[in-house]
């Protein structure tokens, strides 16, 4: 036998990790506690927890216990520190059962702390999520000491009970199989059929790892259904592979397979957040007309999926409406940025445009989405509307546009950043008499967006367009008197007509917040420049439909 071959030299190379891995274990204690960014604070101390008994579970195994194992029996013995100082082997096995899970916890730890930020700050978990965390690392090291304490001395062995029996352990497994399968089924039903708007960019994550785990589950109590010998962590296999002829040493090298696969599903999840978070969405939004409505809906989406964002309407009490309503999708609030302005003024513009710049060093996406067809001040309809009402009209929704297009147009070509526009069915095809200026506005700035969009893209700048059609706001239906019950019944009478709204019902402002983002994100729609995306469930598709009284 070789050195190589040797326990001599696995415990040399268990030394040599250990003295790489203690500076990279000091590292990573230092860049969590003093370089972790502000929007990730709230998380920092879970993180901590985690590398804690990561780190402390990597030197156990390397230093402490170094253990050498005889594959493919699951047994070996100690050639660590504690073997060294007359620790017993029994004793090595419960240290090392026990801080499997209490790592594996900590990972727990960091996926409940991002479920209580998002969900759970106002519920009953608030107010024992501490006892039950607690709890559960109490339980990772007491668990084991029922099978510690019974382990018996070989000649007690032989008057074992049916009940100590690996034919009573079958048993258990299989009536344990006959649960957890309509268990893991509705697991996976929630996760596809249930998970809320908030948390569908993790949902195919949590999918993932629930398959690894559940596939995992069934694998132990169905397929392998290994009895364990303690403290050895030797033992053999009792379940449907070994019927059929699996070698023992194959189903291990599955069993590690399958664990080494579900762990890394844990590892997919947090990579999801930082991914979410840091990499895939570092961008600097500035949403207009934000204080409700479309505007609120897209800066929530866009702020809930990483996005730093500056929201910003004439109604001061409206717009922190907005804010608590990001603050509510689990987004830091330094990344939020609110703006008390009127994009009509210039002076508001230069507001916007500097305190964004300010806040955020950047622009990334311009979403110009303020706008609103103004009643006339006399009361006067359609043609007859003042000349006034037409320059006030036009002023909001397409020279407010292009003033702070001109403005945000060279931080934007920095960042070959996105400007999307939001428009409305009012614009065409069909006339509307009772909206002679609106209409107008809304088809001059899809004109002028398709003009700019060529002009920009030598720039790297991206312009598009979305109209909305009927959107249950009730913008302009409260603003002409109706009260909400009014509101709602339009939206809803709208919905029901085939002839209104083909698709059945009238949108929401989430429906044309995902259009936006998606239209600002370059990695989904890099390809579409100039274009104008039209969101309105049907309606103008419908022959001979004039476009009611009430616009976005």
Not at 477 to 496: H, K, P, T
Request: neutral net charge.
């Amino acid at each position: 036998m070789t050195f190589f071959h040797s326990s001599r030299s696995l415990t040399v190379a268990f030394h040599v990790m250990t003295s790489i891995e203690i500076p990279v274990h000091i590292f990573g204690a230092y860049c969590i506690l003093f370089k972790t960014p502000d929007s990730m604070k709230s998380v920092r101390s879970s993180m901590l927890n985690l590398h804690f008994w990561s780190a402390f579970l990597d030197m156990y195994l390397s230093l402490f216990m170094s253990p050498y194992l005889l594959i493919p029996a699951l047994s070996g013995f100690p050639l660590g520190v504690l073997k060294a100082i007359g620790i017993s082997t029994a004793l090595q096995c419960y240290f090392m059962i026990s801080f499997i899970p209490a790592t594996g916890l900590a990972v727990l730890v960091i996926i409940e702390n991002r479920y209580y930020i998002l969900f759970a700050r106002d519920s009953l978990w608030h107010l024992v999520r501490i006892p039950v965390l607690s709890f559960n690392y109490l339980l990772a090291f007491i668990y084991f000491i029922p099978s510690y304490s019974i382990i018996p001395d070989q000649e007690l062995a032989m008057n074992t009970t049916f009940f100590h029996s690996p034919r009573s352990l079958t048993i258990a497994f299989h009536v344990m199989t006959c649960i957890e399968i309509p268990v893991h089924i509705f697991g996976a039903y929630c996760i596809l059929y249930k998970t809320p708007d908030s948390t569908k960019s993790i949902k195919w994550s949590m999918l993932n790892l629930h398959f690894w785990s559940a596939f995992l589950d069934m694998y132990f109590s169905l397929f392998m259904s290994p009895y364990i010998l303690i403290p050895t962590a030797s033992g053999f296999s009792m379940g449907v592979l070994k019927a059929i002829g699996i070698s023992t040493a194959l189903q291990c090298y599955f069993m590690f397979s399958l664990v080494s696969a579900t762990g890394l599903a844990v590892l997919v999840i947090i990579e999801n957040r930082y991914h979410i978070l840091f990499a895939r969405y570092r961008k600097v939004a500035i949403v207009t007309g934000s204080s409700n409505g479309i505007g609120r809906a897209t800066a929530v989406l866009l702020a809930s999926e990483g996005a730093k964002v500056t929201i910003t309407g004439r109604d001061s009490g409206r717009l922190q409406e907005s804010k608590e309503a990001i603050l509510k999708a689990g987004v830091p609030e330094t990344n939020v940025n609110v703006v008390v302005a009127d994009v009509v003024s210039p002076d508001g513009q230069d507001l916007l445009i500097s305190s964004t710049v300010a806040k955020f060093g950047k622009i990334d996406i311009l979403i110009n989405n303020a706008g609103a067809n103004i009643p006339d001040a006399q009361g006067r309809t359609g043609t007859s509307s003042g000349i006034d009402t037409y320059q006030k009209i036009f002023n909001l929704n397409v020279q407010s546009v292009i003033e702070l297009t001109q403005k945000a147009r060279s931080y934007l070509a920095k960042s070959r950043g996105e400007i999307v526009n939001v428009s409305s069915i009012a614009a065409g095809p069909s006339a509307q008499p009772s909206a002679p200026y609106y209409a107008s506005a809304k088809a001059a700035l899809d004109q002028y967006s398709r003009s700019a969009a060529i002009d920009l893209i030598s720039e790297g700048i991206r312009v598009n367009v979305v109209r909305p059609g009927f959107v249950s706001t009730g913008f302009s239906i409260v603003s002409r008197g109706f009260n909400n019950e009014q509101s709602d019944s339009f939206y809803n009478s709208l919905g029901a007509d085939p002839h209104s709204i083909p698709a059945g019902f009238a949108a929401q402002p989430e429906h044309i917040a995902k259009v936006i983002a998606f239209l600002a994100d370059r990695d989904s729609s890099e390809y579409i420049v100039g274009q104008t995306i039209v969101a309105d469930g049907g309606t103008t598709l419908v022959s001979g439909f004039h476009a009611h009284n009430a616009k976005r």
